[in-house]
T-cell receptor, first 116, second 112 residues
Framework: DAGVTQSPTHLIKTRGQQVTLRCSPKSGHDTVSWYQQALGQGPQFIFQYYEEEERQRGNFPDRFSGHQFPNYSSELNVNALLLGDSALYLC???????????????FGPGTRLTVT | LAKTTQPISMDSYEGQEVNITCSHNNIATNDYITWYQQFPSQGPRFIIQGYKTKVTNEVASLFIPADRKSSTLSLPRVSLSDTAVYYC?????????????FGAGTRLAVHP
């Protein structure tokens, strides 16, 4: 099992540009959540996708959008990039109650986005 | 979701037991308590989850008193590789509705 994978690993963009980040969930998981983690802070919830629809959304502007595909993989799109969008973007997947009896959310390694 | 309060940082030495306490005074009846560990430039990793009393796995123990207004993550005999940020989260985890609210976490430094 490959776990949660994200691409690319690192990315450098210029202010005003657009970026797309990709995530493949852990096998058997159908829900994908995206988080933004600024340096020295805890991850902040952006939104969550289930059955190809956005189910929950955090306090992020409409410049942040996403998509989930029939195979449960997901994309995070950010338009009109700002310097403040520089962060580690984390994808997490989850599904039904874990076999251990817990509700565990598995995180990927993240994509480091730098906006110059 | 219930807000959590935990120490900003802690220091320990190899071989010692480390206890990190988290306060969550407004925890709701259906809320679970979950701890994550995060190394630099990596995604958080699930450590342990519990609802009440004590939970133990191969990595840690979680102690939850009867009033559930706090919890303590216990790491036995820490090593240098346990140096990381530890997050306490409280929330309703039902199936796929796992919207996680992270605080600033506790930065644990383990010294030789």
């Amino acid at each position: 099992d490959a776990g949660v994978t994200q691409s690319p690993t690192h990315l450098i963009k210029t202010r005003g540009q657009q970026v797309t980040l990709r995530c493949s969930p852990k096998s058997g998981h159908d829900t994908v959540s995206w988080y933004q983690q600024a340096l020295g802070q805890g991850p902040q919830f952006i939104f969550q996708y289930y059955e190809e629809e956005e189910r929950q959304r955090g306090n992020f502007p409409d410049r942040f959008s996403g998509h989930q595909f029939p195979n449960y993989s997901s994309e995070l799109n950010v338009n009109a990039l700002l310097l403040g969008d520089s962060a580690l973007y984390l994808c997490a997947s989850s599904g039904a109650l874990d076999s251990t009896g817990t509700y565990e959310q598995y995180f990927g390694p993240g994509t480091r986005l730098t906006v110059t | 979701l219930a807000k959590t309060t935990q120490p900003i940082s802690m220091d320990s030495y190899e071989g010692q037991e480390v206890n990190i306490t988290c306060s969550h005074n407004n925890i709701a009846t259906n809320d679970y308590i979950t701890w994550y560990q995060q190394f630099p430039s990596q995604g958080p990793r699930f450590i342990i989850q519990g609802y009440k009393t004590k939970v133990t796995n191969e990595v840690a123990s979680l102690f939850i008193p009867a009033d559930r207004k706090s919890s303590t993550l216990s790491l036995p005999r820490v090593s240098l590789s346990d140096t990381a940020v530890y997050y306490c989260l409280v929330g309703l985890f039902s199936g796929g509705y796992n919207k996680l609210i992270f605080g600033a976490g506790t930065r644990l430094a383990v010294h030789p």
